[in-house]
């Protein structure tokens, strides 16, 4: 009775595609969280050179990049974390680029 309490009690193994979804949520995560930071500073109210709007970008990127840390354990499996997180900043760096362009009113 003893050794099936002390196996209940005891740690579960952490999963091996944690890993993969742990290091996908903080490296993408973080690329993501820049370019939607980025994406507010040129698209959002006034452009880049709105008054006091630096500041507000630099810290939009800690909520962001956090949240999809924290999001990236409901995938299925690590490779499909990396495959949307890494989808997801091409395009998000597509529309800053875009944003970015002269080309654009």
Do not use: E, Y
């Amino acid at each position: 009775m003893a050794d099936a309490s002390s196996a209940r009690n005891a740690p579960a193994p952490i999963r091996p595609d944690w890993w993969s979804k742990g290091v996908a949520g903080v490296i993408l995560g973080f690329a993501l969280a820049i370019a939607m930071a980025g994406l507010f500073a040129w698209i959002g109210p006034g452009g880049p050179a709105a008054v006091n709007k630096l500041q507000f970008v630099m810290w939009l990127v800690v909520p962001i990049w956090l949240g999809v840390a924290s999001l990236c354990f409901l995938f299925r499996s690590g490779r499909q974390a990396w495959l949307w997180l890494g989808g997801a900043n091409i395009l998000a760096h597509t529309a800053l680029l875009a944003a970015r362009s002269p080309l654009l009113p």
